[in-house]
């Protein structure tokens, strides 16, 4: 059974380019969460989805930023215009269908915006 | 306490030790608290999810107590083994969506 992947590993853009971060969670699992690690800071949630749905989405910035977990295929974090700022480790994590459940990482994308 | 806060910040212990880390997180609106292990280079692994309070939970040579009352959780690690060096992160689910607020997490070196 895979664990979550995330691609992307690596990603470099310049600014004002668009990113876009893929998360496929574990197979049975439609949960999914974004998370940012900026530099020398801890781990940030950004939003939480369900298939089709955005259930909580008070982590992200208001501006550029855009998340969804289409009925198929992977999760899509997308980054319009990024700045320097928006250089990051971004995280995906799912869970089934419980909130109490813990949430599988994948490895995150690391993202470097010259 | 308003957000999630672990100390110490980082610790170094000698093989065979014994350790444990604090987590201080809001008592009012738990949900869950959740401990992760962070080794570098990959992706947090979850240790323990607790939600009752007095709630003990093991794990091989690690393991958690939770009190939901006062707003903090112990991490305890049993012979620290040099495999056991990563950074420790505990997070609370304050709401019933998921969500969670992570500490800044303690950085744990065992040297041989």
């Known amino acids: 059974n895979a664990g979550v992947m995330q691609n992307p590993r690596h990603l470099v853009r310049r600014r004002g380019q668009e990113a876009r971060l893929r998360c496929s969670p574990m197979k049975g699992h439609s949960h999914v969460y974004w998370y940012r690690q900026l530099p020398e800071e801890g781990l940030k949630f950004m939003v939480y989805l369900q298939k089709e749905n955005i259930i909580d989405e008070s982590g992200m910035p208001k501006e550029r930023f855009s998340a969804e977990f289409p009925k198929e295929g992977p999760s899509i974090l997308r980054i319009q215009q990024v700045v320097r700022g928006d250089s990051a480790a971004y995280f995906c994590a799912s869970s089934p269908g419980t909130v109490l459940g813990e949430q599988f990482f994948g490895p995150g994308t690391r993202l470097t915006v010259l | ?112």
């Open chain 2, 1 to 112: 306490i308003l957000n999630v806060e672990q100390s110490p910040q980082s610790l170094h212990v000698q093989e065979g030790d014994s350790t444990n880390f604090t987590c201080s997180f809001p008592s009012s609106n738990f949900y869950a608290l959740h401990w992760y292990r962070w080794e570098t280079a990959k992706s947090p692994e979850a240790l323990f999810v607790m939600t009752l309070n007095g709630d003990e939970k093991k794990k091989g040579r690690i393991s958690a107590t939770l009190n939901t009352k006062e707003g903090y959780s112990y991490l305890y690690i049993k012979g620290s083994q040099p495999e056991d060096s990563a950074t420790y992160l505990c997070a609370s689910g304050s709401s019933n969506t998921g969500k969670l607020i992570f500490g800044q997490g303690t950085t744990l070196q065992v040297k041989p």
